[in-house]
């Protein structure tokens, strides 16, 4: 099957950076769109950025200007470079990625970002 580990979370003071990334292993042959998404407290799931296996992009209007997505199609692997970090950014973020050969996508276990103020 398919797993997707995310690392780079933690603790990090108002005006700091994390990078986040997320790994895919197992029977991966092909990945299309992968993204990150982010679940606060009491809140919906929302989306972060996404970026397609070509590196098109697309952003949250409160993330822009402030957090970079990118990914290595030869590791399978999606990063979130996050600067600028404000406490209202706190949330487990989550990566998604639409495998192809599995035809549907997958989500990682999430990893917790803190911004304290």
């Known amino acids: 099957q398919v797993q997707l580990v995310e690392s780079g979370g933690g603790l990090v003071q108002s005006g700091g950076s994390l990078r986040l990334s997320c790994a895919a292993s197992?029977?991966?042959?092909?990945?299309?769109?992968m993204g990150w998404y982010r679940q606060a407290p009491g809140k919906q799931r929302d989306l972060v950025a996404t970026i397609t296996r070509g590196a098109s992009t697309n952003y949250a209007d409160s993330v822009k200007g402030r957090f970079t997505i990118s990914r290595d199609n030869a590791k399978n692997t999606v990063y979130l470079q996050m600067n600028s970090l404000k406490p209202e950014d706190t949330a487990v973020y989550y990566c998604?990625?639409?495998?192809?050969?599995?035809?549907?996508?997958?989500w990682g276990q999430g990893t917790q970002v803190t911004v304290s103020s």
């Open positions: 998604k990625a639409f495998i192809r050969n599995y035809g549907r996508d997958y």
């Open positions: 197992g029977s991966v042959f092909s990945i299309n769109d």
